[in-house]
């Protein structure tokens, strides 16, 4: 990879321990500080539930790097310019990211009132049939989710649409839901528009295209296989029943320039991506295409997202809006609920929650690493790895384990690839192997877990209760076994 396409390239300098005195944290000691955020983060999910990321979770995080300042400084007398420099460090490691990020919400926002992603579902949703319903179910939500980054806002959409005609062909909620979310799933773990994705290339610091391509080896033999489950149950299923789409369709075509001219918009970005265009730039001319698309094909929704007493022109209104499009939230009424919220939108300003929690999350990883603590709780795991199985095998278990006891999928990224990232380079290993492995174990887990944030999320929305739809979400829990079995079988050291 040339320099040109390393977007997150900077190693944390690893503080000098000269001064600091009192030796290397006991790792009971450095577990304190987890437990805190363990404890913290409960209580945030008890009084607010899925919308603890909205302020609870980041007060969490700098609670607990209170608490691992605090121990330091009293106990291994540890000065505050070390750990101040460690987290001033950290935070600049992920300025790139946050940029990425902000450009995602813009360019998310053009996709859809472009009439792109509208594009995709209408014609996408038409291709469904009783017997292969469960696998379309599965393609489209991966396809929807691919093009939004968002596995909540398909779920929460065109999923519900789903769970709906399945329920009028006799197949249970649960099997559906499972296929909702093993294809929403596929699009949160690999698509550039994710924050997940892009918060796993941060924290590990790789390029997001690079981090992407890397994760093609295991994501898409994973899906094809939970895709032939879905094929297979459809089949042996076999049912009748009336697949009216009719609604969904109108509703979108009466809103929307449904064409196909939309979709040049990501054949331009998938030929920057091809050409190895920094994800920055890539972005950025994506969703400056995306914008033009709109006031070529879609200028009365343009039009009346900018209309305001202020500017009479029909020009300046569409300018207007495709400004507004770009940095905030814009909602198109299209006479059907679950329609309006597929197509409601939110811009940079909708980052800017991720952005926070990206921040907060950096001050205490720097903390952990400043005082040592994370190298020594990091210390007990790595003297049980003894070559890239097992290091792989590591980092999946501890994500998940994090999942577990942090109830949240951005944070447990975020400690996974902190916990891992200088033992990979040490070992010699790609930082990609640990994107990768942290993805495939911890991205996708989350909503198989009742007290997670997804988890809580997807079975209310859903009406199905986590436990329920968790033996059929084939996609999730057979990703962090492809990557271990992957490390496995490959010849070279690095894979």
Not at 357 to 375: D, H, K, R, Y
Request: hydrophobic residues 45%; charged residues 10%; aromatic residues 8%.
């Amino acid at each position: 990879m040339s320099d040109k396409n390393k977007q997150i390239n900077v190693t944390t300098p690893r503080p000098s321990r000269e001064g600091e005195g009192g030796g290397s944290p006991n790792p009971l000691i450095a577990l304190i500080p987890l437990l805190t955020l363990v404890a913290m983060v409960s209580i945030s999910i008890y009084f607010f539930g899925s919308d603890a990321l909205s302020g609870a979770n980041q007060i969490s995080l700098m609670i607990a790097t209170a608490v691992c300042t605090c121990l330091a400084m009293a106990k291994y007398k540890t000065p505050w310019k070390v750990i101040e420099k460690s987290i001033e460090s950290t935070i600049g490691n992920t300025s790139a990211s946050i940029v990425i990020l902000l450009l995602i919400g813009m360019m998310s926002g053009a996709w859809m009132i472009s009439g792109v992603v509208p594009t995709l579902i209408y014609y996408g949703i038409q291709i469904m049939s009783p017997t292969f319903f469960l696998v379309c179910t599965t393609i489209i939500c991966a396809a929807v989710s691919v093009m939004t980054g968002s596995s909540w806002t398909t779920v929460a959409t065109i999923g519900i649409a789903l769970l709906g005609i399945g329920n009028a062909l006799g197949i249970s909620h649960a099997w559906t839901a499972g296929a909702i979310i093993s294809g929403s799933y596929f699009g949160d773990k690999i698509s550039p528009l994710s924050d997940t994705t892009v918060l796993a290339a941060s924290a590990a610091r790789v390029d997001i295209f690079a981090h992407i391509r890397y994760m093609l080896r295991t994501t898409v033999p994973t899906f094809a296989i939970a895709a032939a489950i879905f094929l297979i149950a459809g089949i042996v299923f076999g049912s009748t029943g009336d697949t009216d789409v009719k609604t969904y369709t109108e509703g979108l075509s009466k809103s929307f320039n449904i064409s196909l001219w939309t979709l040049t918009v990501p054949l331009f970005t998938g030929i920057l991506i091809a050409k190895k265009v920094p994800s920055i730039i890539t972005l950025f001319l994506s969703a400056m295409a995306a914008g033009i698309v709109a006031l070529v094909l879609q200028f009365d929704i343009i039009q009346q997202i900018g209309s305001s007493t202020d500017y009479t022109t029909t020009l300046s209104k569409a300018v207007r809006g495709v400004f507004i499009t770009l940095f905030t939230s814009t909602n198109i009424d299209t006479g059907n609920v679950a329609l309006n919220n597929l197509v409601s939108t939110h811009g940079m300003a909708g980052m800017l929650d991720t952005v926070w929690l990206i921040l907060c999350a950096m001050c205490f990883g720097g903390a952990m690493t400043a005082t040592g603590m994370l190298q020594s709780i990091t210390g007990v795991i790595v003297n049980l790895v003894r070559g890239r199985i097992s290091l792989v095998a590591a980092t999946a278990g501890t994500g998940i384990t994090l999942n577990l006891v942090t109830s949240d999928q951005y944070m447990s990224i975020v400690l996974d690839c902190d916990m891992y990232r200088d033992v990979y380079d040490r070992m010699g290993f790609k930082r990609t192997l640990l994107s990768r492995s942290t993805e495939d174990s911890t991205t996708v887990t989350s909503v198989l877990i009742p007290w997670n944030t997804c988890g809580m999320t997807q079975s209310t929305v859903l009406g199905v209760a986590t436990l329920d739809y968790l033996p059929y979400c084939f996609f999730n829990y057979l990703s962090p076994l492809m990557t271990i079995f992957v490390a496995a079988i490959s010849k070279r050291n690095n894979k």
